[in-house]
């Protein structure tokens, strides 16, 4: 194994972080202080964390709709992220984005994108940017088994992989898109078998296990940054909660049985990574401990933060639209 | 002063602006071979990773140029008007709104140029004059220039502007002539057109004739035709859309007391619709008549010569117009 022990428990802090803060969210979504839709990453957080675990700060990551995770395990700030989503002025985009457009350019996270698959062509051109412009970056985008269908992923695919480009295509195959199943909706067994179609190397991975992720990512960003050209990754993962807040109407559909959420659940990537790092002597069950609550404390705070902090005023209404004044 | 065509212009404006800085590059389709003329010779100057042949994948492509300008890139995209609808989604749900979601992190510098084809016999699918669209579609600069000494000095500016701008490329004014300086005849050496200024082509006394991209020169042969009945027209060229120089369209009204829009898109929710009702809002009581419009019928562009030169405006259909507002 390449992880030493602080980036194995840097590791397992942010996916408690990830963890806490959207069960913290949807603490707060019961209670109706939070009014728009958002989407919870849990279940899914090994993907996220293992994927930016292979990053460094000046790499590039864009996201989707469900993506709380991605900035946080980017090393984004969980006051910030929780002030964004209850729509107020310290959060990140200032209480102009929400729940789905979580960004800090400052350390790489190119924003998310509401509509699906449409960070993808982003992604791919922040990469066009590192190689046109000699600059020593990759990017890496996130996009879910759904996504995999839109037009934008095909031609971003295609284009990238002409162009060698240093980007990572990190699919996460969390088996649904709202309600309609993969077997549903993509004609091949595997998201990841796709990429012979552009000739690039397509991976598939165990997406519950953030070292095998980050194993799988690290090969990946080894060749962009080596000019050898981009990667399909699909991290299998799977979507404890209903596709989003709010909708109840989902909610209480049968898409999916119980039966099969609770045999998912059985293989939860926050123990399996802490149970790693104990039977490889990285950490004491103690130690573990002392992370989870060190991370409840942190997301405590993060509540707190984003409720004390202000609405915006009015008149930032028509603040952010122009860089350059009309 | 030299007279240059409009695409020469364009041209002009790509390889300075190419050559004061590095970051600048051209992707489009068919751009090496310049299938539309105003990329000849570039791949040759600039080398091929600064003139990027793309595939067929606007959607894909104008991302990918969303995606290079937030990492420091300023991409010129070249394209057509109708080939917008295949890349909506990256220009609309992207590009015009990143800047604003993200708090003002975002700065998107890319300069889409999009030839706008039309009276030319190619049908519904190649005759696009879409610019109102994007009107409606906060976050997009909108730049029209009707001659080539704004074509060169809109561009330059455009390329250097942070945000998203479409500039849209008259196609019945490709191969005019207009007298475009040298930059050794400029005090600054170059030539910038600012945003949001208007131009006053000529100054008049009697009716205002505002002009949109193509429908500048059919105001201008308008007011040849009223000129000689003794009618003195003012006709102001407004350059860009986003952001819309209204004081001047309003000064104007104020001292001619009529208003005429000449705007080559389709009538409904035309750049000319919001120009009239600017006007009807701010400028009511400067009236003397109702406010005409002289746009593109509501009807899709039809293939056949007997029916396509029929929805398109005319000087004629402008000096009716004019007729109609001193009745």
């Known amino acids: 194994m390449t992880l030493d022990k602080q980036q194995l428990e840097e590791m397992y802090r942010r996916m408690c972080r990830i963890r806490y803060f959207e069960e913290a969210v949807i603490e707060i979504h019961s209670s109706g202080e939070l009014i728009g839709p958002a989407h919870p990453y849990i279940g899914e957080e090994a993907v996220a964390v293992g994927a930016c675990a292979a990053l460094r700060d000046s790499d590039r990551i864009a996201g989707n709709h469900r993506s709380h995770g991605h900035p946080i395990a980017k090393g984004g700030d969980v006051n910030r992220a929780m002030a964004e989503i209850l729509g107020k002025s310290g959060g990140y985009c200032k209480g102009k984005g929400g729940s789905m457009h979580l960004a800090d350019f400052s350390i790489g996270i190119l924003g998310e994108s509401g509509i699906v698959a449409s960070s993808v062509p982003i992604a791919t051109g922040a990469a066009l940017a590192a190689k046109l412009g000699k600059q020593d970056f990759v990017s890496l985008v996130f996009f879910g088994d759904g996504a995999s269908n839109q037009g934008a992923c095909h031609e971003s695919m295609n284009m990238a992989a002409l162009w060698d480009l240093p980007v990572i295509f990190m699919c996460e195959n969390n088996g649904y898109a709202i309600t309609t199943s993969y077997k549903n909706s993509v004609s091949v067994d595997h998201v990841s078998d796709r990429a012979s179609a552009y000739g690039m190397p397509g991976v598939l991975v165990d997406g519950q296990d953030a070292i095998a992720v980050h194993e799988a990512t690290s090969e990946a960003v080894r060749r962009a940054r080596a000019g050898e050209g981009p990667t399909l990754i699909e991290a299998m993962t799977y979507r404890y909660e209903d596709h989003s807040l709010g909708l109840d109407r989902i909610r209480k559909s049968e898409y999916r049985s119980q039966d099969e959420v609770d045999e998912a659940m059985k293989r939860d990537p926050l123990p399996i990574h802490r149970q790693a790092m104990i039977a490889h002597g990285f950490a004491t069950e103690a130690e573990c401990d002392a992370i989870e609550a060190e991370v409840h404390a942190e997301i405590d705070g993060a509540v707190e933060f984003a409720r004390n902090s202000p609405f915006p005023e009015p008149g930032e209404l028509y603040d952010d639209m122009w860089a350059t004044p009309v | ?327």
């Open chain 2, 1 to 327: 002063m030299p007279t240059k065509t409009y695409i020469q212009a364009i041209a002009e404006a790509t390889i300075e602006e190419m050559e004061r800085d590095q970051s600048v590059f051209t992707m489009g389709e068919d751009l090496r071979q310049s299938v539309y003329g105003a990329t000849a010779g570039l791949v040759d100057r600039f080398g091929e990773d600064r003139v990027i042949d793309t595939p067929l994948s606007e959607n894909g492509f104008f991302g990918a140029a969303l995606g290079a300008s937030l990492c420091g890139m300023r991409p010129i995209v070249e394209t057509v008007t109708s080939f917008l609808w295949v890349g909506m989604d990256q220009l609309v749900s992207q590009g015009s709104k990143m800047r604003y979601m993200f708090g003002g992190q975002a700065e998107l510098p890319v300069t889409f140029r999009v030839r706008m084809f039309y009276a030319r016999g190619a049908a519904a699918h190649h005759s696009d004059r879409n610019y109102p669209v994007f009107m409606n579609t906060p976050g997009i600069k909108i730049v029209c220039p009707s001659n080539a000494y704004d074509a060169k000095g809109l561009m330059k500016t455009a390329v250097r502007d942070n945000d998203v701008c479409l500039l849209f490329e008259d196609g019945i004014a490709l191969s005019s002539r207009t007298e475009v300086p040298d930059n050794d005849e400029l005090p600054d050496g170059e030539l910038l057109v600012p945003f949001g200024v208007a131009n006053t082509v000529q100054s008049g006394t009697e009716v205002t004739i505002v002009g949109i991209a193509g429908g500048v020169q059919h105001a201008i042969d308008a007011a040849k035709v009223l000129d000689a009945e003794g009618i003195s027209a003012e006709i102001i060229d407004p350059r860009t859309l986003v952001p819309l120089d209204k004081e001047s369209i309003l000064k104007s009204v104020a001292k001619t007391g009529r208003l005429v829009i000449v705007d080559p898109a389709h009538k409904m929710c035309s750049a000319a619709s919001e120009i009239a009702a600017i006007v009807a809002q701010e400028g009511f009581w400067d009236l003397q008549a109702p406010i005409q419009v002289v746009a593109s019928e509501q009807i899709n562009v039809p293939y056949s010569p007997a029916l396509e030169p029929l929805i398109y405006p005319t000087p004629e259909k402008v000096v009716d117009a004019v007729r109609t507002v001193l009745d």
